[in-house]
């Protein structure tokens, strides 16, 4: 059958203009946001909408998407997808319906997992059914899908690298805003008149002479969305001094959303906010179009990625990682990457994500072990040998937090494992520690 809705042959069209170009997709893509709309009404299209008796339900296409665990009663479901739906359901930066959809439609467009949730739906003609009109939608549509699926499939030929931290407006839009992570030098204050409107931390004006003015990378009008990789959205007024005090010492790391997009335009969603703190500062510098954004031709350049201090190295030669531990839990049987996401959550729930209640430690990556011990190396907290580490990983929306799991004994014949979650100083550290577990024990499975 011939494709003729136009959302099937928009599709076709930009996937086919993404196959053209060899690089990765990144979110400078000008592509990206016309593939991201399109997905989304092909599945809202025909999509059943009741109402409820105050019409305060809106639903989604999200909504089936993370019922679907509910439903696949002899069927396993994907890891991978399985761990998608935990991340945005528990991510602080998305309060919505239409925003966990979208981020999930990232995440999937990076784990080439696009076609899941719809290959699961239609295993149940009657769930396809309650959630879909076979009349006017695509996805119940049993010759529509299919064209679906197949263009679905070219999808996972392209490579993705989307920032998974960049979500702070799928709320709102999918125009995606400027994410730079940067490392300043330690210092006690920051240099930054901030403002709270509407549970986001805005930059109303930057004193001269700061670290934070040093090559204007933080600017009046910019939007503070991580400090330390931990979220600021919907945080107490307290929270940006609080981690500062905590980290006396330490680099300062910093997530900001920059107030011009790549177009060199004002970032829409925060016009609104420049205009309360305006009427707080009548000097507030309201922030105006500028030229576009040069792109580097560095991945990491392009979002101002920290690249942190390194590790040290003792006489044998063994790597070792400043760290701090912030506890472990049992995953039963289980030793795979998929319970990854989940115990990491799970320990920072039990734990809290006040890292001064962490244990100080450092982490030496050796020949054959992986050695945790307190901060002057004279006591060990963990040891445990690479054939003994079953996975590794870290989730993506704390990417500065990350695990390991272990079983008692080598882990092809264990029958119990442990996760054991840490917080690494920098999100270089924690990529290059996970990189460094897998290298040293070819079994251990591992995603960053």
Request: net charge neutral.
């Amino acid at each position: 059958m011939a494709m003729r809705d136009p959302h099937l042959t928009n599709l076709k069209g930009i996937l086919q203009k993404l196959r053209e170009d060899d690089k990765p997709i990144r979110d400078s893509n000008a592509d990206l946001q016309r593939l991201c709309d399109t997905i989304e009404s092909i599945f809202r299209k025909g999509l059943k909408k009741p109402g409820s008796l105050f019409g305060l339900y809106n639903r989604d296409y999200w909504c089936w998407i993370e019922s679907l665990p509910n439903y696949l009663f002899n069927e396993r479901l994907n890891p991978i997808f399985g761990a998608a739906i935990d991340t945005c359901k528990t991510s602080p930066k998305v309060k919505t319906n239409q925003g966990r959809g979208r981020f999930f439609i990232r995440i999937a467009l990076n784990k080439n997992i696009l076609s899941v949730p719809i290959e699961h739906l239609l295993k149940n003609p009657r769930l396809t059914e309650y959630w879909y009109d076979p009349g006017d939608s695509i996805i119940g549509n049993e010759l529509m899908v299919e064209s679906l699926m197949s263009l679905l499939f070219w999808a996972t030929e392209l490579k993705f690298e989307l920032n998974l931290r960049n979500t702070s407006f799928l709320d709102q839009t999918w125009v995606m805003p400027v994410l730079r992570h940067y490392e300043l030098v330690p210092c006690k204050q920051l240099g930054v008149l901030i403002r709270y409107i509407k549970n986001r931390v805005v930059v109303a004006a930057i004193q001269p002479g700061s670290v934070a003015e040093e090559n204007n990378r933080i600017e009046a009008g910019d939007l503070m969305d991580e400090m330390y990789g931990e979220n600021l959205y919907g945080n107490s007024k307290g929270k940006v001094p609080k981690l500062l005090s905590q980290h006396e010492g330490w680099p300062i790391y910093v997530s900001v959303i920059k107030v011009h997009t790549r177009s060199g335009k004002v970032f829409h969603p925060l016009k609104e906010l420049h205009l309360t703190i305006q009427q707080e500062f009548p000097d507030f510098p309201m922030p105006s179009d500028r030229q576009p954004i040069r792109e580097s031709t560095s991945p990491d350049a392009s979002e101002g990625m920290p690249e942190g201090e390194g590790p040290v190295h003792n006489s044998s030669g063994s790597a070792i990682y400043k760290v701090k531990y912030v506890g472990r839990t049992d995953v039963g049987r289980e030793g795979g990457t998929c319970v990854i996401e989940g115990a990491i959550a799970k320990v920072l729930q039990e734990k809290g994500k006040d890292s001064s209640t962490y244990q100080e430690g450092e982490m030496e990556l050796a020949e054959t072990n992986v050695i945790t011990r307190n901060p002057d190396g004279t006591e060990e907290i963990w040891r445990h040998s690479y054939p003994e580490i079953s996975s590794c990983g870290r989730r993506v929306d704390s990417v500065i937090y990350f695990a390991y799991v272990a079983g008692d004994t080598t882990c092809t014949i264990s029958k119990h494992f442990h996760c054991y979650v840490f917080q690494a100083r920098t999100e270089r550290d924690s990529k290059t520690i996970l990189t460094s577990i897998a290298q040293g024990f070819g079994r251990t499975t591992w995603f960053v």
